[in-house]
């Protein structure tokens, strides 16, 4: 159709120096359905083009639509509302007007901060990073993540926006980190962020007891795959580590990508442990207090640390010890069983051992391929 652009071609993103106005980086979304529905096309214009801005440092957001030719109006056939998906999101002051947006980033008198406090800073590549923890709570921390929460609908698959004029009490849950890179022109440079929610457990011997929940954890795309990701988990993961009354750290519902980064850093993080690192088949048993003493001053939900220990097992396996080789597989197998239990204890005899031996394989071909990587 002349007249249908493909929304995942016409939407560009963009930073821009918050003191110039120039383009620092460019970036396409991953998907815009979200926006623009199942099939990600617009109807209504030729040579359609969104462009949507932040200023590096707050993210204060401006979208610039150009496009040659509009369809005419026809009974109940109109051109889409290209705006509008994107207003039910960005915030109500957003601007459409790109000179005076640039102008007023240029005639401002306030230097950035990031919100909340600075958790921890780092250098890496050459290049200073800070890492600041906030809170919804937090008005700056309000403004910044209402500036862009969007991208959670662009490259989070299944993800929602938050609720941040939700009641102060479920507010308050709410922990946010932000990653910024400290430029040497004295600017900060947004390049991802990760929020938190604290679920408070009930226990009889500590009070205040709480897990803490994973719920979005994205960096931009032009800084990704450049180990930024790897170090902002860890200082993450770290600063829970260090808070007695945080018992576990879980994740919701992490993407394959994600899901791979928390692999390798948890895997990291466990191979100091000797006991761990020494770890094979034979003593599996053997070590099993000590593992699960490790689980918790790792503070791993028990799913993602026998993960772990079923792909440390795998690494110090003698593929080739066939009575080795047997009992690895009969320790993941009854992990799965476990799992899946109600699933497949519906199945016949020969079903349900078909389909444990399906997910055994398919288990460990998922382990091969990261311990690979």
Request: one cysteine or more; charged letters at 25%.
């Amino acid at each position: 159709d002349d007249w249908s652009t493909d929304a995942n071609d016409a939407l560009t993103l963009a930073l821009v120096s918050p003191r110039t106005g120039h383009v620092l980086t460019e970036f396409g979304p991953t998907f815009t359905y979200p926006l623009y529905g199942e099939t990600e096309n617009i109807f209504g214009y030729k040579k359609l083009q969104i462009r949507l801005m932040f200023a590096a440092d707050d993210m204060e957001p401006c979208v610039a639509t150009t496009y040659t030719e509009r369809v005419s109006n026809i009974g109940e056939v109109e051109a889409e509302d290209v705006i509008k998906p994107l207003s039910e999101v960005l915030p109500e002051s957003f601007s459409q007007d790109p000179i005076s947006y640039f102008n007023s980033l240029r005639i401002r008198n306030k230097s950035f901060i990031p919100p909340g406090v600075l958790e921890t800073s780092f250098h890496h590549a050459g290049r200073s990073y800070e890492l600041w923890r906030s809170s919804i709570v937090d008005a700056q921390c309000r403004e910044l993540l209402g500036n862009m929460q969007l991208l959670v609908l662009l490259y989070i698959e299944g993800g929602n926006v938050i609720e941040l004029d939700d009641e102060e009490w479920s507010n308050m849950r709410w922990e946010v980190f932000f990653l910024y890179e400290n430029h040497p022109d004295h600017l900060y440079y947004f390049i991802g962020y990760c929020t938190l929610y604290r679920y408070y457990i009930f226990n009889k011997q500590f009070a205040n007891q709480s897990r803490i929940r994973i719920s979005q954890f994205l960096i931009l795309p032009p800084f990704q795959r450049k180990g930024l990701g790897s170090r902002f988990y860890d200082s993450i993961i770290q600063h829970y580590l260090n808070m007695p009354e945080v018992r576990e750290i879980t994740i919701e519902d992490p993407s394959q990508e994600f899901g791979d980064l928390r692999d390798r850093q948890d895997m990291l993080r466990l191979e100091k442990d000797t006991e761990f690192h020494t770890m094979k088949v034979s003593t599996f048993m053997l070590k099993k207090q000590l593992l699960l003493e490790l689980r918790e001053r790792m503070k791993m939900p028990m799913h993602q640390f026998l993960r772990c220990t079923e792909m440390k097992l795998l690494r110090n396996l003698n593929m080739k010890d066939r009575k080795e080789y047997k009992a690895f597989r009969l320790i993941v197998k009854s992990r799965v069983y476990k799992q899946h239990s109600d699933v497949l204890a519906q199945l016949d005899k020969l079903d349900r051992f078909q389909k444990l031996n399906e997910s055994y394989h398919q288990v460990e071909d998922d382990y091969k391929r990261l311990l690979q990587a």
